[in-house]
């Protein structure tokens, strides 16, 4: 079935007063976003309380569809049939049309539910509902009306056209992107990072992130990897402006100068300041890591208290709580999961130490870092100066 509108349904929360248009306007803007590539025209405007996108052209529903269930913000995507006001007569018939192409097996009770949002139409909701439904029984005996807890409710929305619309697909949820600042993403090439940065970026929260990157002990292959996550996470959360940042010195450097089962540890620490220098030079409010509590040695409490030692902005852990399995759940959802597992190495399974400390102390942590004094600030300097910035899009 073809669909010439989608009407949007949008969650009541965070919307209340003076933020109701921000929120509106910002998901106007992320549907346009969603839809910006596709075949096919799309007028997409606001208008009480609901947001509608009209189409023409030669567009395809389904794909329609499929890009408006990355938007957050969205509860319900209603895919209608709109049709010329040409009297009551033809809308009768247009209600028929429709539900005998959606609904082959007519074993099904009903309701109707009209709106009369042109109220110059010369018949009330409660005509529409009384004559709609008469005319829709009329033509298929075998169904029935239910008006409590109907199989189908049909929509009859009459406006400057008439709407018609019965489905309601679940839309992902969240906030609309750009309606809570932006945070840094430290996105590896692992499972995690990705959807922790999905889970952020849900909230209404736009993202950048930064990539540590370390040839050639790691890979084209392996960069390119996380470019294509980035891309994957840019289907919900907008363009993605991602840094890459070589880190091969400073990691070489470490490994040289302090004991090999805080080799992580002190790594980590790098990464979250280098990542903050970032996210304080674009604007960003926090940091965003795809942490677990005791997921590995670097995860244990003692760990992410360390590495969290060196942090000055909110860095903030949407995975913390999560078993691996519910993240690989909602990698698989979001469409990461693929990508996630192919075998390219990233840049801490190089320096691994056989026995990693699990509970490190941050005053050792700090004494073993004393002996970088010499050349580690010079070292981190140049990994930012160097920085490679790629704007990553939506795949
Ligand atoms: P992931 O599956 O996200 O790679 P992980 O289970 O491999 O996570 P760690 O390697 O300990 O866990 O990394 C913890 C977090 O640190 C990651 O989720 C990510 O946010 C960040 N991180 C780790 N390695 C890198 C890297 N090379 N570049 C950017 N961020 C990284
Ligand atoms: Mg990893």
Redesign the pocket.
């Known amino acids: 079935m073809t669909f010439q509108t989608f009407l949007l349904k949008y969650g009541e929360i965070g919307i209340k007063g003076k933020n109701r248009h921000l929120f509106e306007d910002a998901l106007v803007r992320q549907v346009r976003y969603a839809l910006k590539d596709l075949d096919g025209e799309f007028e997409v405007h606001k208008s009480q309380a609901r947001i509608y996108v009209d189409c023409e052209g030669a567009y395809d529903s389904d794909e329609v569809i499929e890009r408006l269930q990355t938007v957050f913000g969205l509860v319900g995507i209603c895919p209608v049939v709109r049709k010329a006001d040409q009297g009551f007569e033809q809308l009768k018939k247009d209600v028929v049309a429709f539900m005998d192409e959606m609904y082959p097996d007519k074993n099904i009770t009903f309701k109707v539910e009209a709106r009369r949002s042109r109220k110059s139409y010369p018949l009330n909701s409660m005509e529409i509902n009384c004559k709609a439904g008469e005319a829709v029984l009329d033509a298929f005996p075998e169904i029935r009306v239910d008006v409590h807890k109907p199989d189908v409710l049909l929509h009859i929305e009459v406006r400057n056209e008439i709407y018609i619309y019965s489905q309601i697909i679940p839309g992902p949820g969240g906030m609309p992107v750009g309606t809570n600042g932006k945070a840094m993403?430290?996105?590896?090439?692992?499972?995690?990072?990705?959807v922790?940065g999905y889970m952020i970026s849900k909230r209404g929260v736009g993202l950048e992130a930064?990539?540590?990157?370390a040839p050639p002990y790691t890979s084209e292959r392996a960069k390119q990897k996380v470019v294509d996550l980035a891309a994957i996470v840019a289907r919900y959360a907008g363009p993605i402006k991602l840094n890459v940042v070589n880190?091969t010195d400073i990691q070489l450097y470490i490994y040289d100068q302090c004991p090999h089962d805080e080799l992580?540890i002190i790594m980590?620490r790098y990464?979250m300041k280098i990542a903050q220098h970032f996210a304080e030079e674009s604007g960003c409010l926090g940091l965003?890591?795809?942490?677990s509590i005791g997921?590995?040695a670097?995860?244990t409490m003692q760990s992410l208290a360390a590495t969290n030692e060196v942090c000055t902005m909110p860095v903030y852990r949407p995975l913390i709580g999560f078993d691996k399995q519910e993240i690989v759940e909602v990698s698989e959802k979001i469409g990461t999961y693929g990508t996630?597992i192919q075998p390219f190495e990233?840049?801490?399974t190089i320096f691994v130490a056989k026995h990693p400390v699990t509970k490190p102390n941050i005053n050792i942590i700090k004494k073993s870092e004393e002996k970088l004094a010499e050349k580690i600030d010079e070292l981190v300097q140049t990994a930012i100066d160097t920085v490679e910035v790629i704007e990553v899009r939506r795949s």
């Not at 930064?210 to 990157?213: I, S, V």
């Not at 965003?288 to 942490?291: A, D, L, M, R, V």
């Open positions: 993403l430290l996105l590896s090439g692992g499972i995690d990072s990705p922790a930064t990539y540590f990157h880190f992580t980590r990464m965003i890591t795809g942490e997921q590995v670097s995860q996630s990233d840049c801490c």
